[in-house]
């Protein structure tokens, strides 16, 4: 498996376990949890950038942050921000468990059914239509969880992750949960 | 109300509610902020930066705040103070602080400062974990914009680091 591969196996496996606990344990227990992660995480990061070398943390890179990545860990640490924004800004379960779905499952999809596409899309050519689509129709199972509501939000989801702007796994989970909390 | 919510709140400690009540003062948390900045960053682009990224956090932080509107646990007592509970607006401050500092040195002592800062507005009874836990994320998007935007449009001389 190559390291694309390997990140989005990664995110699906995270989004797994991340949906689990939060049925299990409830939103309290998972907004503690994952600001402890990003708080060890930073400081994981600060240790990395002065140079410390940390077993888990270099395999971890090894294996799967991107070679382009501004910060070591970055790509991880986006994720893990984008689930505690769903986790802080919306009340309800359901929706949290449906942005969750569409970071683990919608954007690993369209990573990898993206990367075959042959159709640019005119204003991002690192990114396709193939891949939008598959965004689209991936993060539709989240009708068991949010209803109807699903349609405008995947759309909503697979404009974000075509944007070139920022870290898709920032914009996604940033747009669904404002699309949440408005619609 | 939460468990580390409950928890803060049952420290007790005269000395900690009289920093707690300093650092919520406004004036006084935003002359220890720039001071911070000051002292801990030698180059003013990167001062420059950090100042850019504190402001987009407090622009982003105010409208969610009237946005949402979620009132404060100690709404409705006298010694509660004005606006809305999430986020919360030090917490961000000091995690954006934080999060410029992240590839220095002296960053353990900044993620302490705003661990600290968080503390104290649980303990003051101010906030809800809820609100700080909320504050973290919108800190770092904050100086992840603002990076992004420096790197773009910043003159070349300015250096902002990291």
Known sequence: MNKETNRQVFHVVVGIIT????????????????????????LLMNL??????????????RLF??????????GSAAYAIGVLIALTFLNDSAGIAAVIYILAFGDAISTIVGRMGRIKLPYNDKK???????LFFA???????IGPL??????????????????????????CTAALLVL | MDTLTSLALSINNPILTQIGTLLGNSYVFAALILCLIFIAEKRNGKRLKLLLSLILCIIVVSLVKSVLMEARPCAGLEWCPWGYSFPSMHAAIAFTLMIGFVDKKSFPFFLLFALFVSFTRLNL???VFHDIAGALPMAIVAYYVTDILWKRYAPEKMEGGR
């Open chain 1, 139 to 145: 993060s539709l199972p989240a009708y068991m969880l």
């Open chain 1, 150 to 175: 699903i349609i405008p939000v995947a759309i909503l989801a697979a404009l974000a992750e075509s944007l070139p702007v920022l870290e898709d796994n920032l914009t996604v989970p940033i747009v």
């Open chain 1, 65 to 74: 942050e991107r070679e382009d990545a501004p910060l070591p860990g970055w």
């Open chain 1, 48 to 61: 990395r950038i002065r140079g410390a070398r940390i077993f888990f943390v270099n395999w971890f890179e």
């Open chain 1, 19 to 42: 949906l689990f606990f939060l049925a299990i344990l409830g939103r309290g227990f998972m907004t503690a949890a994952v600001f402890s992660i990003i708080i060890i995480g930073t």
């Open chain 1, 128 to 134: 396709t239509v193939e891949g939008s689509l598959a």
């Open chain 2, 125 to 127: 009874g101010v906030h």
